[in-house]
């Protein structure tokens, strides 16, 4: 779990992409700030085959440019949020 983490953490750092940025998701009102290493931390806490996938998609993203990137975490975001939300709405 920890090689792929590294990994996508590597990846960003030789685009020059700060792993600490963050973005806002406004989820009825409330905002949520998510920073890309939050992201991938969570992620990395999923299965293996899910880490893979995860890196495939950022290198892919990566390929797209810095736009393609943002639009990768946003929807990475997005995704978590979701899933945290629906998670609470179980209980």
């Not at 940025?21 to 949520?32: K, L, M, P, Q, Y």
């Not at 995860?54 to 990475?76: N, S, T, Y």
């Amino acid at each position: 779990m920890y090689a792929v983490e590294k990994e996508c953490k590597k990846l960003l750092l030789q685009e020059n992409i700060d792993a600490d940025s963050e973005i806002d998701f406004d989820v009825n009102g409330t905002i949520h700030t998510l920073s890309y290493v939050y992201i991938i931390e969570t992620f990395m806490q999923a299965s293996e085959e899910s880490q893979l996938v995860f890196i495939v998609a950022l290198r892919k993203a990566i390929e797209a440019d810095k736009i393609g990137v943002e639009k990768f975490f946003q929807g990475m975001g997005q995704l978590l949020l979701m899933t945290h939300l629906s998670e609470k709405l179980e209980v």
